[in-house]
Structures are given as structure tokens and as C-alpha cells.
């Protein structure tokens, strides 16, 4: 009972070029999107931050406000964080640091961060002043301080700024 001749391919054969048995070293996933990237703690905290702006910015929205110069302000800042956070999970997701490499992406990503947590920090504290006890105004700014706490989370997690670590280095 014969199984037929099988072929056993070994690292030492002496093929020409491209002829290796070496499986090629495990690489990007082809096609489009980035799968792995939607799974990602970063891609998570994306998500967490753009869906509280947007609740945010709807409560504020539909609230009557008594100052309207503070309301503006939310409203743009919080806006223009959420479509910043959009532009870098879409360039993550459809992998266009790729083909982009004259920016630095996450040099590029740290400086949003910076400032559009602290304008939105800023926004959250002016808002909430001028909030007079309005329900939908001090739903709209917990939201703007949720988003605040996870943008800080983000750059936290992302650039690993702690003072554990940087003491720890500084011993060995």
C-alpha cells in the first residue's frame, strides 16, 4: 500500500534564489483595512472619545444656553477634536501613514492631543460656569470632562509620559 512519493523541503537546499522553504516573516495583513487596528486599545479610545464629543456636543446643543459666547466656544472645540480624532483613526485604519511618510504621525498625534485636551479642558471649565444648572448644559460639559480624562488617558497610554518610568531609567 504505497502513499505516493512526498517531498520534504529543508532550509539547506541548494536551490536558486527564491527556492528557500522559509515561509516569508509574518508581515501586515494585505488589503485595505487595517483589521488589527479596530481591535487596538487605540483605536478603542478613539471610538470612546469621538462617541462622549458627540454626546456632548448634542446635549449642548439642544440646551438653552444664557451665554451664548461659551456655548459657541464648546461647540467648536468639541467638534473640531472629534473630526482630529476622525482624520487620525481613519489614516491608522486605512493604513495612509504608509504612503504619507514626509509627516510624522505620531508626533503629529501627540501635538493634537496636547492642545485639544487642553482647549477642551478649557471649554469644560468655562462651560460648566456658565452653566447655570441647566440639565442638558451639565450633561453635555460631564461629557466634555469624560472626553477630557480619555484624550489624557490617550496620550498616557500612547506616549507612556509617566514619572515611574522616566525615574526608573534615569537609575540604570
Keep these: 500500500m504505497s502513499h505516493g512519493a512526498r517531498v520534504i523541503r529543508t532550509g539547506a537546499s541548494s536551490g536558486g534564489p527564491g527556492s528557500s ?22 483605536a478603542m479610545l478613539k471610538v470612546a472619545q469621538m462617541i462622549s464629543l ?8 439642544n ?12 461647540e467648536i472645540v468639541t467638534m473640531c477634536d472629534l473630526i482630529m480624532i476622525l482624520v487620525f483613526y481613519f489614516v491608522y485604519l486605512f493604513r495612509a501613514y504608509r504612503m504619507l511618510t514626509c509627516i510624522s504621525w505620531p508626533l503629529a498625534e501627540l501635538l493634537h492631543y496636547l492642545i485639544g485636551t487642553l482647549l477642551l479642558l478649557i471649554a469644560c471649565i468655562v462651560a460648566t460656569s456658565k452653566s447655570y444648572n441647566s440639565a442638558g448644559l451639565v450633561a453635555g460639559v460631564t461629557f466634555g470632562f469624560l472626553a477630557t480624562f480619555l484624550c489624557a488617558l490617550s496620550i498616557w497610554l500612547s506616549y507612556k509620559i509617566s514619572c515611574i518610568t522616566q525615574s526608573t531609567d534615569a537609575a540604570v
Design 21 to 42: 522553504s522559509c515561509p516569508p516573516p509574518p508581515g501586515p495583513e494585505p488589503g485595505l483595512l487595517d483589521g488589527g487596528y479596530t481591535r487596538s486599545c487605540s
Design 54 to 61: 458627540l454626546i456632548g456636543f448634542i446635549c449642548v446643543k
Design 63 to 74: 440646551s438653552a444656553w444664557t451665554n451664548y459666547s461659551a456655548s459657541i466656544y464648546f
